[in-house]
Nanobody, 116 residues
Framework: QVQLVESGGGLAQPGGSLRLSCAASGGVFTFYVMGWYRQAPGKQRELVATITSGGSANYADSVKGRFTISRDNAKNTVYLQMNSLKLEDTAVYYC??????????WGQGTQVTVAS
């Protein structure tokens, strides 16, 4: 019964910023890992950033220094602050969460478009 609700996508100019949110529901528990993936037209879905319940984060090389992932465990919500956006950041962004030793859950995706 886990459900993910993504928000914050939209249109931004190069160099601009967007903040994505993903709220997870389905029980009183903490997900071990929460993160974001993206899929651009004609490309495979790829990792953007993940963060564990302990706060350890990792990022794709293409977004290091520009994106910041964070989470609010009390709200079971993960965020992705995207700064200095580039045209190549255009993609559908998907939220992904997983409990320890369990199968992951995926959100439906939110469109991010970077254009002048």
């Amino acid at each position: 019964q886990v459900q993910l609700v993504e928000s914050g996508g939209g249109l931004a100019q190069p160099g601009g910023s967007l903040r994505l949110s993903c709220a997870a529901s389905g029980g009183v528990f903490t997900f071990y890992v929460m993160g974001w993936y993206r899929q651009a037209p004609g490309k495979q879905r790829e990792l953007v950033a993940t963060i564990t319940s302990g706060g350890s984060a990792n990022y794709a090389d293409s977004v290091k220094g520009r994106f910041t992932i964070s989470r609010d465990n009390a709200k079971n919500t993960v965020y992705l602050q995207m700064n200095s956006l580039k045209l190549e950041d255009t993609a559908v962004y998907y939220c992904k969460v997983r409990r320890s030793l369990m199968t992951p859950y995926w959100g439906q995706g939110t469109q991010v478009t970077v254009a002048s």
